[in-house]
Structure formats: C-alpha cells, structure tokens
C-alpha cells in the first residue's frame, strides 16, 4: 500500500517558502469575498485548491506512466462490457489490459450428470477446450467438484462437456472424475480472462458473429478484443477493461516521495498572477524537472532547492 503525501507538511512545504499568513482572504461564510486584508498574501483556501490542483497533474501523471513504480495505486476496472461493441469509460489513464468472458451462465441438475462417463450434458452449451469456469449450487455439487475453483471445460460435443483441473489437462482430455451427481441446480459460471487482442474490429465482430465456425478452427477467438477511438469491440459476451484513472478529491493522492513535487508545483502556482516572476519562473522549473523525473519511473525525488534573490 503506498503512502499518499500529507496534505499538513504539503501545506507547511508552501507556507514556509512563500511566507504567506495563513490568514484567510474572506469574512464570509464561504470565504470567497475579499475583505481588504492580507490582500499581498494567498487565502489558505487558495493554497489549499493549487495544492489539490499540481497534485491532480502529478497523479494523472502517474496513472498515464508505464513504468511508474506507483501505477497501481491508481488502477480500476470496468463493469462488465456487452458485446460486441461498447463505449470505454471514461479515464485520464491509460488502457492496461481487456478482460473476456467466454461464456455466459447455465445450469444443469442431477439428472444432466452422467457420473460413470464424468461429462455434463447442456444443450447447446457454446463452451470450447480450455474456458475457465466455477460452479455454484443451490444444494450439493456432484462429488470431486468444489464451490470457488476455477475450472476448464473439455468440449467432447455441443451438448455435452467434462471439467479439467487445469488448462493443461483440458487440452489433454484429463477430466476430473465425479463419484455421485449431486443435488439441486448448479450454475456454471464462465470467468473473466486475459483476452487476446485481434487484427481489426472486423475480425472481432466476426467472431461474434459466427463463433461456433471460429470455435471449431482457432481456439479461444471468443476471447478477442480491439479498440478503435473511445470503442471496445469484443467477440466474448462480456468484457472488462483495467485501466488507470485519476478522479479529484478533497485530500492529496499523489505518494509521499513526490511531496516536493507539488510543493514546487503549487508555489509556482500561486506566484504565477502578482507575485514575484523570477521566483515562480524558479520554482516552475523544478517543478517540470521534477514531472520529467516521475515520467521516467523515479521512485523517490530529490529535495526542493529554495529560491535565493
């Protein structure tokens, strides 16, 4: 878990370079009608928005950077997506990886288990050799299967499959071996994936079209995806995206190690309009070299190097 900077020793960081009373700007309730005094200062309402404001610049930052060591703290993933086309939410990051889920939900009861020959007979299943599943039951699942496990199916036809243990032993027709059919309704759950990236939305929307055709000739084409602009096309019948995203809030997001950052950023700030322009060109400098340190995976930057007239 990253520490995130404390918005106090930020506060204190900007105060002590510009000197500023910490007296605010308005008498009135909202703190927004100047009332005359300090006027040469900045309201600590003010400080408090340019703080958030340069911390806002450095997180997106963050969640638009690879490499960054701290990435993660700002990842997010999407609702699931219908096919075969859908709007990706809207984000100031970047796009990680896409999520497939091959498969939709179905159930099967005792009666469906053929426990001697170990398959399940589902009409019209659509699964194919190696999709992930997991099982709910409203009762008892047939025995040598469990609740939260993933498993993998071996398609032996359109209405009939086994479970596998693994991927492997999908491929390799291992199937697990079920000693008594259960009771109750069991659900089969298709899981989300790492999906693999097409050519061009068309091979996608063709997939999805005539997904039994791709099934039988190129394994795991329901699990394509491409994005073109703001669009995710997907031949799976739902997918998630994991991707990075920064949304304002009142207390500061970026990581501790990046305190000098913002400070520089926010000082550079509230200098920019009336106060003294050598020493906002100053610290807007360490300021951008400090961005171009985070843009190149910095974990930690130095200190901030205070202005001399």
């Given at each position: 878990m990253v520490t995130t900077v404390n918005f106090d020793n930020l506060k204190k960081g900007v105060v002590s370079?510009?000197?500023?009373?910490?007296?605010?700007?308005?008498?009135?309730?909202?703190?927004n009608a100047p009332d005359g005094s300090n006027q040469q200062y900045a309201s600590s309402e003010e400080i408090n928005n340019r703080i958030l404001q340069?911390?806002?610049?450095?997180?997106?930052?963050?969640?638009?950077?690879?490499q960054s060591p701290f990435q993660s703290t700002f990842i997010q993933?999407?609702?699931?997506?219908?096919a075969p086309k859908s709007a990706l939410p809207a984000r100031v990051g970047a796009i990680l990886s896409v999520l497939t889920q091959a498969g939709s939900t179905m159930t099967f009861t005792a009666g469906d288990v053929s426990v001697p020959s170990n398959y399940i007979t589902i009409s019209n299943h659509g699964l194919v050799t190696g999709q992930m599943v997991q099982l709910t039951?409203?009762?008892?699942?047939?025995?040598?299967?469990?609740?939260?496990?993933?498993?993998?199916?071996?398609?032996i036809s359109s209405s009939?499959?086994?479970?596998?243990?693994?991927?492997?032993?999908?491929?390799?027709?291992?199937?697990v071996t079920m000693s008594g059919a259960g009771t109750g309704t069991?659900?089969?759950?298709?899981?989300?994936?790492?999906?693999?990236?097409?050519?061009?939305?068309?091979?996608?929307?063709?997939?999805?079209?005539?997904?039994?055709?791709?099934?039988?000739?190129?394994?795991?084409a329901c699990n394509f995806w491409f994005i073109e602009g703001d669009e995710i096309y997907t031949s799976s019948p739902n997918?998630?995206?994991?991707?990075?995203?920064?949304?304002?809030?009142?207390?500061?997001?970026?990581?501790?190690?990046?305190?000098?950052?913002?400070?520089?950023?926010?000082?550079?700030?509230?200098?920019?309009?009336?106060?003294?322009?050598?020493?906002?060109?100053?610290?807007?400098?360490?300021?951008?070299?400090?961005?171009?340190?985070?843009?190149?995976?910095?974990?930690?930057?130095?200190?901030?190097s205070q202005y001399k007239r």
């Open positions: 370079i510009l000197q500023s009373s910490l007296t605010a700007y308005g008498s009135s309730t909202t703190g340069v911390d806002g610049e450095v997180a997106t930052l963050i969640a638009q950077t690879m993933t999407s609702s699931a997506l219908p039951t409203s009762n008892t699942l047939p025995t040598g299967l469990s609740l939260a496990t993933d498993y993998y199916v071996i398609r009939t499959f086994r479970f596998a243990t693994s991927a492997w032993n999908a491929f390799q027709g291992t199937a069991n659900t089969v759950t298709s899981q989300y994936v790492e999906g693999t990236e097409a050519d061009s939305k068309d091979t996608v929307v063709q997939a999805y079209t005539m997904a039994s055709l791709f099934a039988q000739s190129q394994n795991g997918c998630k995206v994991v991707y990075t995203d920064y949304t304002l809030t009142s207390s500061p997001q970026a990581p501790q190690t990046y305190l000098h950052a913002v400070v520089a950023g926010a000082i550079a700030e509230l200098l920019k309009d009336g106060g003294d322009g050598q020493m906002a060109g100053y610290y807007q400098g360490q300021y951008q070299s400090y961005l171009q340190e985070i843009a190149s995976g910095a974990k930690v930057l130095p200190e901030i």
